[in-house]
Nanobody, 128 residues
Framework: QLQLVESGGGLVQPGGSLRLSCTAS????????IGWFRQAPGKAREGISC????????YYVDSVKGRFTISRDNAKNTVYLQMNSLKPEDTAVYYC?????????????????????WGKGTLVTVSS
């Protein structure tokens, strides 16, 4: 079965850290650009960080630059999102997704259009 499974979400205090994982099964991640998206209550989904399939080039939306780091481990078929200095406004359901087209360009993956597979999401709550 082809699927993406996110893990690592939870409740954290402002200023804290979490590391999200997204593991693929049924297909190799090697040839896909991979993105992390989030959707807060009442807001549209946004692409926050993406990584290319080839040279590991990355894209970050301005609101997470300097705080979040995306990485991939193709041997483990997993992508990670290290989130530091978390803020209450980071509270959202976080999803990972992959795109095979234009996979060398992470910014195209972060537009969220034409993604091949989506995970079901993991909830991150930042609150004191």
């Amino acid at each position: 079965q082809l699927q993406l499974v996110e893990s690592g979400g939870g409740l954290v205090q402002p200023g804290g850290s979490l590391r999200l994982s997204c593991t693929a099964s049924g297909f190799p991640l090697d040839y896909y650009a991979i993105g992390w998206f989030r959707q807060a209550p009442g807001k549209a989904r946004e692409g926050i960080s993406c990584i290319s399939s080839s040279d590991g080039s990355t894209y970050y939306v301005d609101s997470v630059k300097g705080r979040f780091t995306i990485s991939r481990d193709n041997a483990k078929n997993t992508v990670y999102l290290q989130m530091n200095s978390l803020k209450p406004e980071d509270t959202a359901v976080y999803y990972c997704a992959v795109k095979g087209v234009y996979s060398d360009y992470p910014e195209y993956a972060c537009d969220g259009d034409g993604m091949d597979y989506w995970g079901k999401g993991t909830l991150v709550t930042v609150s004191s």
